[in-house]
């Protein structure tokens, strides 16, 4: 092994680690740091990896291709992990991992490594995507193979061979930024009993502090977002710009105990005002431009392309052919939702489309009613044929399972129940 690629934060563990490489496995080290948003990216941090020993520092802006291949595809199948994560971190990864393959690639290098422990998803996700990119690239963890030095003998470490670092106040919390969502976890987080205190949050305020409700206007073309109160933005723009908005109105705050990959329930805080929104909306265009059998349809999609995601698979055949299944399904979502930001709450008011499957003749109940309504009579005919087939044979099914329903055993008789007659003049 001559070259190791090191996806690099700019932090004390990766700065240490670029040192710890060299040292240990006796090779040349680059770093590649992807900048995805959310205000993390720290300045200077090529200078920081220099400093910390690289040879090269590669530094790409990754913001534009994260929300439009990743993020946009997941919006258009509706994938949110166990309904309720937005995937944020989970969706970074394989553009990193894919990043670090293109960029050892380019300097000719024999491996790639990263900063992930043993104990959580990302280092499957890591090393199942940069393998399956190409085999033949090893991959180093050095906090899962030896490295495993304290925060103090960390700081020890760099100061010895004169690494520059920032030394902060460590956070109870680990935390994981990008701009499509922010995760916390660890900490008092990890009773999954004690409510989150409110410095667990950054880009949310408390619902209770937030400002008056207002009401926005997202347009949306193929099942993505275009445009926010008419006007049309760039992907990353309009993110930003719901992601401030929604986050002054208290809007996306997510507290979840969901299933590790590695077999742990874990209890994760996440913040995601942008994502939350819109995964809201789109839903609401759904269900106005798709039939009733293509929504069941990709309720199941959306949760197979969300595990997969969360289970580091983006690379496999199966998650290419079903985001090519939800892309093809969007083609009539399109349109305008209006949402209501409400202390805590995004809620959809409104929605409008020109390939909208609604038609108000049919389903309204005044005059200009154009349903036959008589043709109900013989559509349940139909409809019931078989469910009076399987009780003129098997009996109807009753109260108890596997019973029969009998008026040996009458339902009213165990209802509170009042009676009203007439008066008797009334009756002729």
Not at 8 to 15: A, E, K, P, R, V
Not at 16 to 41: F, M, S
């Amino acid at each position: 092994m001559k070259k190791v690629v090191l996806a690099y934060s700019g932090g004390l563990d990766t700065s240490v680690a670029v040192a710890w490489l060299r040292e240990q496995y006796n090779v040349e080290v680059v770093t590649l740091t992807v900048d995805l948003g959310g205000g993390v990216l720290k300045e200077d941090v090529d200078r920081r990896a220099i400093s910390a020993g690289a040879s090269r520092a590669y530094v790409v802006d990754g913001k534009e291709r994260f929300v439009r291949d990743f993020c946009w595809p997941h919006v258009q199948a509706g994938a949110l992990y166990q309904g309720v994560y937005p995937l944020a971190t989970a969706m970074a990864r394989p553009l990193i991992a894919q990043l670090l393959v293109e960029v050892a690639h380019k300097e000719g290098a024999d491996a790639v490594a990263h900063g992930c422990t043993g104990k959580g998803n990302d280092q499957v996700r890591f090393d199942v995507a940069t393998h399956a990119l190409d085999p033949s690239l090893a991959v180093i963890a050095p906090m899962r193979v030896g490295m495993g030095l304290s925060r103090e003998q960390e700081i020890e470490y760099a100061k010895a061979r004169n690494i520059e670092i920032t030394i902060s106040k460590e956070s109870i919390y680990s935390i994981d930024v990008n701009l499509w969502g922010r995760s916390i976890e660890a900490g008092i987080l990890e009773d999954p009993w004690t409510a989150p205190r409110e410095d667990v949050y950054r880009w949310t305020v408390d619902p209770d502090r937030a400002p008056a409700a207002v009401e926005i206007v997202l347009g949306f073309e193929g099942g993505v977002p275009v445009s926010l109160d008419g006007e049309r933005m760039d992907p990353v723009a309009l993110v930003e710009k719901l992601h401030v908005l929604a986050g002054e109105h208290g809007v996306g705050r997510v507290d979840h105990v969901e299933d590790r990959l590695v077999g742990i329930k874990s209890r994760e805080i996440y913040e995601a005002p942008a994502a939350t929104v819109i995964h809201r909306a789109h839903r609401a265009l759904e269900g106005l431009t798709l039939s009733k059998d293509t929504l069941r349809f990709n309720r199941i999609v959306a949760d197979e392309l969300a595990q997969l995601t969360y289970d580091g698979l983006w690379f496999s055949a199966l998650h290419r052919d079903l985001r090519a299944y939800a892309a093809s399904s969007q083609r009539v979502v399109s349109g305008d939702v209006r949402v209501r930001l409400d202390h805590g709450n995004a809620i959809v008011v409104g929605r409008r489309s020109p390939l909208s499957l609604y038609e108000k003749s049919l389903a309204t109940y005044e005059a200009d009613d154009t349903y036959d309504h008589a043709a109900a009579v013989g559509f349940i005919e139909i409809f019931g044929l078989p469910l009076r087939t399987e009780a003129a044979r098997h009996g109807a099914v009753g109260r108890h399972y596997g019973a029969a329903w009998t008026w040996t055993d009458p339902l009213l008789e165990g209802l509170p129940t009042r009676v009203f007659d007439a008066p008797s003049a009334a009756v002729k």
